[in-house]
């Protein structure tokens, strides 16, 4: 009897360590995901060097069981690459790259850093598993901060707003407007489908949303400065309308305040956004008539508050110089 009681306790200790197991399975698992669609995104030029779990859940969605690992992960380069990336999304919505320097179009219609061999860098972030008949598999991963640790070998294009496409919405309908200049007239100003706004000197006209009230011309407007430190923003469409060329990404990006007051007939709303990884602000000041008729948006995207005072002036000017149309 009591050898009979001895085997039972064994049997019960080896279930329990083999289910330990498969909690250190889901782990393995999710790294292993998470090096194959880094790798796969990238070109297998990132890497995974290390990878810890920080948490963990189940939860059952819809008759699937789903466990979620929260996770924290060094990741580095294995040869020089020009990583992608958006104005929304900022460079980590993937792990897309180019592994030459791009040129042409693809210069100065995309958002790119340049990062060299062996860049090393620290995320936070989650992965889904599925449980299947066969095991656990990976669905997918999310990655929610970024801290840049090293920037590699030979690294040669400083930390800014960014190189290339700062008019890229989310819904990935933007396209270089080789005819942008014709929309300038000739005291310097940008003339969109509803609206007129003076532009600095040598900035650069990226126009994004088009009207949905005329079949010419645009209802908003991005402006690059020379130096790419900072963007001009104006949405003025006829009537009412959605900036969606400016919604906040939460997977890279924080509200960090917002504040309204009446004016008027209208309600003013300031609105200020913080990147992840500290690479910029936007801030927008968004005014709505309180009977929901017009509606317009005006803001700025800066990469430090030295490049933010350096712009601040001609930005007051940008946004006071605004004329609005109605038909």
């Known amino acids: 009897m009591e050898k009979y009681f001895l085997a039972v306790i064994a049997f019960v200790g080896l279930i329990i360590m083999n289910s330990c197991g498969v909690t250190d399975d889901r782990e393995s698992i999710a790294r292993n995901f998470l090096q194959e669609k880094i790798s796969s995104e990238s070109k297998s030029t990132f890497k995974v060097d290390d990878f810890s779990k920080t948490n963990g859940y189940e939860q059952d969605l819809m008759g699937m069981k789903i466990y979620t690992i929260e996770f924290q992960t060094d990741i580095s380069t294995t040869q020089e690459i020009w990583k992608r990336g958006d104005l929304l999304s900022g460079y980590w919505g993937d792990f897309s790259v180019w592994t030459q320097a791009p040129t042409g179009w693809e210069a100065s219609a995309s958002l790119h850093k340049h990062f060299g061999q062996n860049a090393k860098f620290h995320f936070t972030g989650e992965c889904q598993l599925q449980q299947t008949e066969n095991g656990w598999r990976g669905l997918k991963y999310k990655m929610k901060s970024m801290q840049t640790l090293s920037e590699g070998s030979a690294s040669t294009n400083s930390s800014g707003v960014g190189v290339g496409n700062p008019g890229a919405n989310p819904n990935g ?150 004329q609005q149309f109605a038909d």
Request: hydrophobic share 25%; proline share 4%; charged share 20%.
């Open 173 to 322: 309908n933007y396209s270089e407007n080789n005819n942008a200049s014709s929309t300038i007239t000739n005291t310097g100003n940008f003339k969109g489908a509803w609206f007129e706004i003076w532009i600095p000197t040598n900035f650069k006209v990226i126009p994004s949303l088009k009207s949905s009230s005329s079949s010419d011309g645009y209802e908003s407007a991005f402006f690059r400065s020379p130096d790419s430190k900072v963007e001009f923003y104006i949405f003025s469409p006829q009537w009412n309308g959605e900036p969606s060329d400016i919604a906040v990404n939460t997977a890279t990006e924080k509200q960090i305040s917002t504040e309204s007051k009446p004016s008027g007939n209208n309600i003013i709303t300031w609105v200020t956004i913080k990147a992840n990884d500290g690479h910029y602000t936007r801030a927008y000041q968004d005014t709505k008539a309180k009977d929901g008729s017009t509606r317009w948006v005006v803001g700025i995207k800066y990469s430090d508050q030295n490049s933010y005072n350096n712009y601040k002036e001609d930005y007051l000017k940008f946004k006071k110089s605004l």
